[in-house]
């Protein structure tokens, strides 16, 4: 079974870091593009950052700066390290793959989100 397990969240005071990481797991050919989504209450959800397989990154124009995505392609994972924390960057993370290719052929993935809470 292919899934996309995350750890690293938690409560941080503002101006901290923490790092997010987010594995996949099962029989995989391939994966290229890896992402973090976050959603806070009451909002859409929306994307924090993006990876190719070449290395290539996108921010939001909130985290630029701030946060920094890297991958392992040997490992299949994703990492966001996330420093200088405001309150505003509270929200559930999801790790998203908008296509990875399985034994089942190639699907989008979601983590289960792991909480970020930033207090002031």
């Known amino acids: 079974q292919v899934q996309l397990v995350e750890s690293g969240g938690g409560l941080v005071q503002a101006g901290g870091s923490l790092r997010l990481s987010c594995a996949a797991s099962?029989?995989?050919?391939?994966?290229?593009?890896m992402g973090w989504y976050r959603q806070a209450p009451g909002k859409q959800r929306e994307l924090v950052a993006s990876?190719?397989?070449?290395?290539?990154?996108n921010y939001a124009d909130s985290v630029k700066g701030r946060f920094t995505i890297s991958r392992d392609n040997a490992k299949n994972t994703v990492y966001l390290q996330m420093n200088s924390l405001k309150p505003e960057d509270t929200a559930v993370y999801y790790c998203?793959?908008?296509?990875?290719?399985?034994?089942?052929?190639?699907?989008?993935?979601w983590g289960q989100g792991t909480q970020v809470t930033v207090s002031s």
């Open positions: 099962g029989i995989i050919f391939s994966i290229n593009v």
């Open positions: 990876i190719s397989s070449g290395r290539s990154t």
């Open positions: 998203n793959v908008p296509t990875m290719v399985t034994t089942r052929g190639s699907s989008a993935y």
